[in-house]
């Protein structure tokens, strides 16, 4: 059974700063995995999507890598703006599955201004 | 593109009421719809996957009677949450998607809050 761990659960920064985000899952055979972003009481916004094949994505500031055999994925998010703040979640696509998605916890950021 | 609207954004009602809540694709034909239940704090959990014209495929541990999925069209889907108690009250959040494989994209929610 696929299961995705987030590291760190939270994560407060000051404004400016580079931070890395974390994700980790427990079988490499996936679709895809994709990085979200979750304000208060909405819906998600897709940020990221990474097919298997590949080793990185890039949008703006954000730039997210994925090492299969491994089981992990990083969320980089230069010069942070307190705009950024939210909750990031990472979520899998299991190969086996076709279409459903597997989420982790998710990692609440804060950036402070 | 891909935009998908959920209807109604909150809803509060009495034990023992009926909700029904719709997901719609906007701008694309939607081959797979999926509901998730968020609590606070908390992940998502996938309840049910649903596809146009068939019956929708429940997750282990959710109760077919208490949660009806309906996916009658390739731009809706609905979520019913029958004769609903304190208990089922949560974030509900829906997906479409276009295929396996193929990206997810979701609606904004709805709070479902049960008194």
């Known amino acids: 059974k696929q299961e995705v761990t987030q590291i760190p659960a939270a994560l407060s920064v000051p404004e400016g700063e580079n931070l890395v985000l974390n994700c980790s899952f427990t079988d490499s055979a996936i679709y895809n995995l994709q990085w979200f972003r979750q304000d208060p009481g909405k819906g998600l916004t897709s940020l990221l999507l990474i097919q298997s094949s590949q080793r990185e994505q890039t949008s703006g500031r954000l730039n997210a890598s994925l090492d299969k055999s491994s089981g992990r994925s990083t969320l980089y998010i230069a010069a942070s703006q307190p705009g950024d703040s939210a909750t990031y979640l990472c979520a899998v696509m299991p190969g086996e599955y076709g279409n459903k998605l597997v989420f982790g916890a998710g990692t609440i950021l804060r950036v402070k201004s | 593109g891909a935009v998908v609207s959920q209807h109604p954004s909150r809803v509060i009602c009495k034990s023992g009421t009926s909700v029904k809540i719709e997901c719609r694709s906007l701008d694309f034909q939607a081959t797979t719809m999926f509901w998730y239940r968020q609590f606070p704090k908390k992940s998502l959990m996938l309840m049910a996957t649903?596809?146009?014209?068939?019956?929708?495929?429940?997750e282990q541990g959710v109760e077919k009677d208490k949660f009806l999925i309906n996916h009658a069209s390739l731009t809706l889907s609905t979520l019913t949450v029958t004769s609903a108690h304190p208990e089922d009250s949560s974030f509900y959040i829906c997906s479409a998607g276009q295929g396996p494989g193929q990206p997810q994209h979701f609606g904004d929610g709805t709070r479902l809050s049960i008194l």
């Open positions: 649903s596809n146009e014209g068939s019956k929708a495929t429940y």
